[in-house]
């Protein structure tokens, strides 16, 4: 069992910057590759970003890439989402997922486990 705590969200204008945090307890937490996930109101959710388990392997959505870097501490048993540049259109819950193995997927259903999710909004 994983649990995970998002923080670091709130409200900021187009533009500007976020840093989000998930810290982890429980199992092992290099056993786990971490996603990133958002929901808009009225849409689905979606994947933000994704790493594997030391860090190798990173996956974006195409709206984020070159704003959004996700990143992780396996010494601290946390995983970041920085956010720059951030638009209108980037606000949504963020959860923070883990799943067991060790590559990153898209896949809502490879994900067991998920934090309760921390409110971005960007004014514009």
């Known amino acids: 069992q994983v649990q995970l705590v998002e923080s670091g969200g709130g409200l900021v204008q187009a533009g500007g910057s976020l840093r989000l945090s998930c810290a982890t307890s429980?199992?092992?937490?290099?056993?786990?590759?971490m996603g990133w996930f958002r929901q808009a109101p009225g849409k689905e959710r979606e994947l933000a970003a994704a790493?594997?388990?030391?860090?190798?392997?990173?996956r974006y959505v195409d709206s984020v890439k070159g704003r959004f870097t996700i990143s992780r501490d396996n010494a601290k048993n946390t995983v970041f989402l920085e956010m720059n540049s951030l638009k209108p259109e980037d606000t949504a819950i963020y959860y923070c997922?883990?799943?067991?193995?060790?590559?990153?997927?898209?896949?809502?259903?490879?994900?067991?486990?998920w934090g309760q999710g921390t409110q971005v909004t960007v004014s514009s």
């Open positions: 790493i594997s388990w030391n860090g190798g392997s990173t």
């Open positions: 429980g199992r092992t937490f290099r056993d786990y590759a």
């Open positions: 997922a883990a799943r067991e193995g060790l590559g990153v997927s898209a896949g809502i259903a490879d994900y067991a486990y």
